[in-house]
């Protein structure tokens, strides 16, 4: 077993060695080569191992592998935890990352960081593996981090456009507020429990309840709010939590493969993952929850409404990952455990699926992104057409489908909760359930602007030279709407992933939507207070896959999400001059939206601006005068002086050296001797 | 009474605990013999002779330290065999040998590529194979003379340099000093325990003794004998003047092996004679005195040095700083640190010259710290190469100084001597400050315009440097076995 699992971690880091350090060597094809067979490896075994766990039975492993240092009664160990969780999460990430792989031959096809960007995936996937198979704190934290630095990396992929530079450095500055908080959380379970081991930190849980901690003096805490706060900090970063989300949609920046496998289907559903495994410590701490589902509810309502307003078809995708990403952190916050994680899978593959065709729109767009200039390309991109179709039915929650499943089972679970709890989770309840008419409305929108209605492109008469855009090119030099020749369908290298992807989104909750929420599927992985039952109530409703479908066709988030998608079929397929009178009709709340509520503006102007004069500040004040000035160079200046006086000693006479050592004996046997 | 005569009825069991040594002074005789007849055109004929009777002999080393129906004391304890004095021959072999393979490109051009050079050196490593493994004030004398003999000679390779000259007589004087110090240091201690033998001078000091002033009296002188071996301030004037002086070939020798030599010569006259708890304070407070001068006056004047042959001098001196600390912490763990720290700091310094070497052609000598401009732009792998013997020697994480220095200071704070260990962790900021100098010259500086190239050397010695090196980084992640292998070393011995 051990074996196996060090190979499912190790195979895509050395596919990323060989295609990083080799390029040149391997050449392209190597370098896909060899990314695509280690994750392709990764995934199998991955499914392999899913199906020990899940099916045959196999104890939950745990063991550690390597201690990598021993300081002070604390070890540091390397080491995997594979339960039927981590078992999901693995076959969530190397399916969906070997897809991406895949996809990105024909995406990057003529990008000149081709072996770059295939090194930096397959790295992105040993890190993501080493966070979801962890066995404590510690190596989390490295898969945390290094995911995060692979996400930087690829959204700087681009490095010559200014906007590819600022959009990473921002997600890296937005983590880093976020990773601080998750620090002081896992300092914090060190301290409380002298062990970053999960078993042995979760075996002994109970002795935190109970303990006050007084961060500011006369203000006593539970402890186990205060570390399952950080902690949740550190997946409000990586999980784009309103209000730490406004990194994600600048990352569109990158590649979208990468948007796809990183942005939407891996790595910021790590918060959610990490969440979920936390969920004995968050269990403990009704505070810590309902501030989850409150900051859930918020992201899941508000950001999805600004995608309402977005013309770039990725930004549209990702406002409404952000969204999606909401509604699993509401199920976490109401001890939907289960449901967060089965939308989590169910998501990563219709999103993925949402992003790649996107993907595949903006190739035969040649590069153009705003949906404007887009419209009517069913006749062109039918695989992308059907597949987008596929995606956005799962993602709206038409029953039958996966998203429909997943989706319901968080808005009943909020349901209960608000029944319950306080106005928290009421609060919670109405923006998941509203949020589904929103969600409709934007991804109808985006499917009808961009397959639907007339042609809003020309195709350019002059052809003769298949001219195609060098990806780090400013896209400024033609004018937007004009195609040099008509669009076509994307290669097989990515329509397949589109297809394989397409039917995971439509039926992956079919086989476990019945283990996984109403069975004990996640019974050891994941600890629900007996003081809740979140899924009791679905669990009551759920009576068959395809009679719980019949059942949703009665219920009130169908009804939101028909609406949505009537009003969204209304507006721009029947009627497509009317957004615009709505538009100028509510001018003021497009502008709200459009300005992402001011957040970015907020940042920029208090915290950019406020940094760097604070900045310039230390840098004049501190730097200059008292380091560089008084300590720095003051010391140099002693040294300087010091060695100048004992060369000077070093004379290069005989006598003087024979002199000294005479004097040294001398000193000693009086210290030593004769004082004594 | 003592017995003060020493029985010496040889055996065959004697002989064979001492295979090692005979071996290779067998070898040396038959080479310097052979090497009269041979040319000078076929003098590489010697180099790879005296390699392969390095490497036999480690052969025979790594045999004989595994093998337990040795005799672990011969010669009536003149001769100790123990697992200390395994470790140290062989980083004494092999350093050795790693300084035959980077010399030959620079002697041979410039007339020095002769027997001598060989015979000596040969003869040397025997000195300190003997030392290493004395058990009596006697043989430790033997072996200590044989290697200072041979090194005079030795840095006067280059006879009509006048450089070399000068630094092999002031080596020679200063060395009879030192070595009349110490003489005198083991007649006091003779006449205070009336033995020669360290285990028996040992017990004695244990006992209660007519003068123990008279012990303490002549261990000053010993300490002194020591300190001079190590070069430890102030008994290290003669280490720049060597340094710079000596043919760039000699130095790798000097520099490298005899460090290990003399952590041998400390332990045993230290540990095995006056390790008692009585006389270790004496001793360690007399070390701590010139630990922390060779760690001041090493890393400070480093600073000015603009010769980097001069530089690693000062550097040297320390680096025997931090390595003194380690036995100044004393027991198992604090000699265990200070072998790991010897024996790591003799490959890493031999890799420096080596660089130095590589960096050398006919007529031209990269001593000066700025023929390393930009050389990152000349030969990127060479620079990295030098990037990392300058990190190791700075004692940055990931490369093996780090965890010697990590594993002296660990020993210094279990002493008690946390002010030791905070002094050598400043000195060891201070001298990352020249470390870094080096490399910020080689990576940021624009490269001259009459630039020297390479000089020529031949694919094996890169082959040998580039794996010496990257052994620094392996150690530096993989010194586990290593560093167990030292403790195990001093724990069984």
Known sequence: ?676 | MVDNTVAIAISMADVRAMLPELFLLAAAFTILMADLFIAQAQRSVTHWLAIASLLLTGALVWRASGDDSLARSAFGGMYIADQVAAVCKLFILGSTLLAYVYARPHLKPRGLFQGEFYTLTLFAVIGMMLLVSAGNLLSAYLGLEMLALCSYALVALNRDSPLSSEAAMKYFVLGALASGLLLYGMSMVYGATGSLDLGGIRAMSSSNLLHPDLLVFGLVFIVVGIAFKFGAAPFHAWVPDVYQGSPTGVTLFVASAPKVAAFGMAYRLLDNGFGTPALWPNWAAMLSVLAVLSLVIGNVVAIAQTNLKRMLAYSTVSHVGFLLLGIIGGGADGFAASLFYATTYSITVVAAFGLIVLLSRAGFEAEEIDDFRGLNQRSPFHAFLMLVVMASFAGVPLFVGFLAKLQVLKAVIRADALWLAIVGGLCAVVGAFYYLRVIKVMYFDKPVADAPVLGATDAGFRLVLSGNVLALIALGIFGGPLLTWCMRAVAAS
Not at chain 1, 137 to 146: D, K, P, V, Y
Not at chain 1, 630 to 655: F, K, T
Request: aromatic share 14%; with cysteine.
């Open chain 1, 1 to 676: 077993m051990q074996a196996t699992l060090l190979t499912i971690a190790l195979a895509p880091l050395v596919g990323a060695i060989i295609a990083g350090f080799f390029r040149n060597q391997v050449g392209r094809r190597g370098a896909h080569i060899v990314t695509i067979a280690g994750v392709a490896v990764s995934c199998l075994l991955s499914m392999h191992v899913f199906k020990l766990i899940a099916f045959d039975g196999l104890p939950t492993y745990n063991e550690n592998v390597y201690t990598w240092f021993e300081a002070g009664g604390y070890s540091a160990h390397v080491g995997f935890l594979v339960d039927r969780l981590t078992a999901m999460m693995m076959v969530v990430v190397t399916f969906v990352s070997l897809m991406v792989h895949v996809y990105t031959i024909g995406y990057m096809a003529e990008d000149p960081g081709y072996q770059r960007f295939f090194s930096y995936i397959a790295l992105f996937t040993f890190s993501m593996l080493m966070l979801v198979m962890s066995n404590n704190f510690l190596q989390l934290f490295f898969g945390w981090e290094a995911v995060g630095l692979v996400s930087y990396l690829l959204i700087g992929f681009w490095f010559k456009k200014p906007s590819a530079i600022f959009a990473n450095l921002k997600a890296f500055l937005v983590n880093r507020v976020g990773d601080f908080g998750f620090l002081l959380g896992i300092a914090a379970v060190l301290m409380y429990f002298g062990t970053l081991d999960y078993a042995t930190v979760f075996a002994n849980r109970l002795a935190i309840d109970g303990k006050t901690i007084e961060l500011v003096a006369g203000h006593a805490w539970a402890v186990p709010t205060v570390i399952c706060i950080l902690l949740f900090i550190g997946a409000m970063g990586k999980s784009a939590q309103v209000p730490l989300h406004v990194w994600l949609p600048d990352s569109m920046e990158g590649p979208t493969p990468i948007s796809a496998l990183i942005h939407a289907a891996t790595m910021v559903t790590a918060g959610i993952f990490m969440v979920a495994r936390m969920s004995p410590l968050f269990e403990m701490s009704e505070t810590a929850l309902a501030t989850v589902a409150v900051i859930g509810a918020t992201t899941a309502f508000f950001t999805g409404l600004i995608g309402l307003v977005q013309n770039d078809i990725k930004r549209v995708v990702a406002y409404s990952t952000l969204s999606q990403l909401g509604y699993m952190t509401v199920a976490l916050g109401v001890s939907a455990y289960s449901a967060a994680v089965f939308h989590l899978m169910t998501h990563a593959f219709f999103k993925a699926l949402l992003f790649l065709g996107a993907g595949s729109v903006i190739m035969a767009m040649h590069h153009e992104q705003d949906m404007r200039y887009m419209g009517g390309l069913r006749k062109y991109l039918p695989v992308t057409y059907w597949t987008a179709v596929i995606g956005t039915l799962a993602l709206v929650g038409t029953p039958l489908f996966s998203g429909f499943y997943s989706k319901d089972a968080i808005i009943v679970a909020a349901q209960s909760a608000a029944h319950h709890g306080g106005a928290a989770f009421a609060y919670a309840y109405y923006a998941v359930l509203f949020g589904v008419f929103v969600t409709a409305l934007y991804s109808f929108r985006l499917l009808y602007l961009t397959f639907h209605g007339k042609e809003r492109f020309v195709v350019d008469a002059q052809h003769g030279d298949a001219h195609h855009d060098d990806h780090g090119d400013d896209h400024g030099h033609h004018e937007p709407g004009h195609l040099a020749h008509a669009p076509h369908e994307s290669p097989l290298v990515v329509t397949i992933p589109l297809v394989l992807l397409a039917i995971p989104s439509v039926a992956i909750a079919w086989f476990f939507v019945q283990p996984m929420l109403i069975g004990d599927f996640f019974a050891g992985s994941i600890f629900v207070d007996i003081r809740h039952a979140p899924l009791a109530h679905f669990a009551k409703e759920f009576h068959g896959v395809v009679a719980f479908a019949l059942h949703g066709l009665s219920t009130l988030p169908f009804w939101l999400a028909f609406a949505g998608f009537a009003l969204a079929t209304y507006l721009y397929l029947f009627n497509p001059a009317m957004p615009g009178r709505i538009y100028a009709a509510l001018r003021p709340l497009a502008r709200v939206l459009e300005n992402k509520y001011g957040f970015d503006d907020l940042y920029q102007a208090l915290f950019a601006r406020g940094s760097v004069l604070l900045g310039r500040g230390l840098w004049r004040g501190g730097d200059v005068a008292v380091i560089d000035g008084a300590i720095v160079n003051g010391s140099a200046a002693v040294v300087e002086r010091a060695a100048s006086i004992m060369r000077w000693m070093q004379s290069g006479y005989l006598y003087h050296y024979a002199f000294a050592m005479i004097l040294g004996l001398i000193a000693l046997l009086g210290a030593f001797v004769w004082i004594e």
